[in-house]
């Protein structure tokens, strides 16, 4: 690790920045004329801007469409949805020994003008600056923000200066550190002759539900990327004539207008449309009998698939699966660039199938999952983390597929939090491995116990198993129908209800290492118990005609194979009594 110290604060006052820190031993070093605290306030005020001062300059200053702009050295930056300053993205950056995480942009600028820079950190030892100016380049820094903290500095173009380069880096060594909300006040450079785009026009409103707006406007010619404001206030920047807004509040009216933007500037805003979400939580209610489908964010050999794709008979699709990150608990969510899935898509794909009465969750753990939360602090993370997801996507819920264990104390604590503040319509699902349920005593038999009152369905895995012991007390091994009613009896005699258990099979033979049956043996079992028909050798002593339905991994395995699973399950499970 290497920490910052006086003599590399002395070192980079050497190179000809202008180095304005937050005071200490490091500022003093980096120029010993000014032993005052700065507090990451500008050594100067900014002179007057020459000609007109344009919107900010910074092209996704927050972070809304990824790191679309922006540039980090050796893979070090990646787009977050938590923390944020401000909206529904930031930059996380982590420095390596030989990397200081720098990222950056090119922005256009006008020759002999005054610019102000700012943004918002978060970390240990973050550098905001602009190099290239003509004149004196700058750099202001702070060692510690242990909460958003705001830096700022200003310099002058040189007489024939037309870009500049405005970054951020952290220090060799140190934690990652966090960056929201740029702002480049100044007269807009552009091209030579280029105008500030035109006003959009056609806005429009599309499929509404009681937590997003989809919108569409008509492209402008020029632009190079557009924002949305909702009631007056920049939400989000794309890159395309259309947009979703999400994480908005059930019944209640928003008013919507978008600008056009180039290295020129930023159009003025266009007329304003009004759209009201529906009633309800965030999404439709998951049906009396449902069938989840897990959809893959990566690719390996089954069919690759956006959202759009997954067959009409999924009701829940669990997004597989949400990232791990440094702070303990905490999760995000990147779409994999392998599947050449844009953001805006993906969220405006999650707004139609809610639309159609589908909901979309994201699942948290998986085979390689490595999230823990066994503390008061890490349940906190996990459900602020979530919910942030869920703001930023769409998303109906969270799907608990922890396959390493889990504290049913804490992940009851952190899942009762998220309820709190997702509201009556949150779906949780759960995946359980078949050991994780043969007993009431188990933790995530506790868990799903604990939140019995909020939980969605639990879709055990019956599959990769060994052999288990069913309600009678009788062992069966995986591939039967017996296997299938027997466990399933355990869990509806342990005091889930029959709504909130599901069987989770394999799509394909490709989709398991073992444990595949085929649809008629997954539609034997629930007859079996919904009706008391289709049983083997183990019958239970009375029927579930509530059971909630069947789950597969995964709608894209079920796609390789010509979506043969969910055509027989999917009807199946939707004609149970």
Not at 362 to 367: C, D, F, I, T
């Amino acid at each position: 690790m290497r920490a910052l110290t006086a003599l590399a604060a002395a070192a980079l006052a050497a190179t000809g920045l202008t180095v304005i820190g937050d005071g200490g031993t490091e500022a003093a070093a980096a120029d010993s004329a000014t032993a005052a605290h700065h507090s990451a306030a500008p050594r100067s005020a900014a002179a007057p801007h020459s000609g007109t001062a344009a919107a900010n300059l910074a092209k996704n200053p927050g972070f809304e469409s990824g790191l679309d702009n922006w540039t980090c050295s050796g893979g070090s930056g990646t787009a977050v949805s938590s923390p944020v300053h401000g909206g529904a993205g930031a930059l996380k950056a982590t420095p390596a020994g030989s990397d200081n995480a720098k990222c950056s942009q090119t922005v256009s600028v006008q020759p002999n003008s005054s610019y102000t820079l700012s943004a918002w950190v978060q970390g240990s030892y973050i550098y905001l600056g602009a190099s290239g100016t003509g004149t004196t380049d700058v750099s202001t820094w702070t060692s510690s923000a242990s909460s958003w903290q705001q830096l700022n500095t200003s310099f002058k173009t040189g007489a024939s200066t037309k870009t500049v380069t405005v970054y951020t880096h952290g220090w060799y060594g140190q934690p990652a550190y966090f960056a929201d909300d740029f702002t480049l006040d100044g007269p807009g450079g552009g091209d030579p002759g280029e105008p500030v785009p035109a006003t959009p026009g056609g806005l429009a409103t599309g499929a509404v539900t009681s937590s997003s707006v989809a919108l569409s406007w008509n492209p402008v010619t020029g632009a190079s990327g557009y924002n949305v404001y909702q009631d007056g206030a920049r939400v989000q920047s794309v890159s395309g004539a259309s947009a979703v807004v999400t994480g908005l509040t059930p019944a209640t009216s928003y008013q919507f207008q978008v600008t056009a933007a180039n290295s020129a500037g930023e159009s003025p805003k266009s007329a304003a449309v009004s759209a009201t979400t529906k009633e309800g939580g965030p999404g439709p209610s998951v049906p009396k009998h449902a069938v989840t489908g897990y959809w893959q964010n990566f690719n390996n050999g089954a069919t690759v698939q956006k959202i759009s794709d997954v067959q009409s008979q999924y009701d829940i699709i669990a997004v597989a699966f949400a990232d791990a990150t440094t702070t303990p608990g905490a999760v995000e969510f990147h779409l994999d660039p392998a599947l050449n899935y844009s953001e805006a898509q993906f969220k405006a794909d999650i707004a139609a199938k809610q639309a159609a009465g589908k909901s979309v969750i994201l699942s948290v753990g998986g085979e390689k999952g490595t999230v823990s939360v066994n503390d008061a602090n890490s349940a906190n993370n996990f459900a602020n983390s979530l919910y942030a997801a869920m703001q930023k996507y769409g998303f109906n819920g969270v799907d608990i597929d922890l396959e390493n264990g889990l504290n049913p104390t804490y992940m009851t604590q952190a899942l009762r939090s998220l309820s709190a503040k997702a509201g009556a319509k949150l779906v949780i699902t759960m995946a359980p491995q078949t050991i994780d349920m043969q007993s009431t005593g188990g933790g995530y038999f506790k868990t799903a116990l604990n939140i019995k009152d909020i939980l969605t369905v639990v879709n055990m895995q019956y599959y990769n198993s060994g052999a288990m012991n069913g309600c009678d007390g009788k062992v069966y091994g995986q591939g039967t129908v017996d296997f299938l009613t027997a466990l399933a009896c355990i869990q509806l005699e342990g005091g889930l209800a029959p709504s909130q258990v599901g069987l989770g099979l394999p799509a394909s033979t490709r989709g398991a290492g073992s444990g595949y049956v085929s649809p008629s043996v997954v539609n034997n079992a629930l007859d079996c118990l919904a009706k008391g028909t289709g049983c083997g050798s183990f019958k239970p002593a009375k029927t579930y005609p509530g059971i909630r339905g069947a789950m597969t991994w995964s709608t894209n395995w079920d796609a390789s194979n010509g979506n043969a699973w969910s055509n027989a399950v999917g009807p199946h499970v939707h004609g149970l009594p």
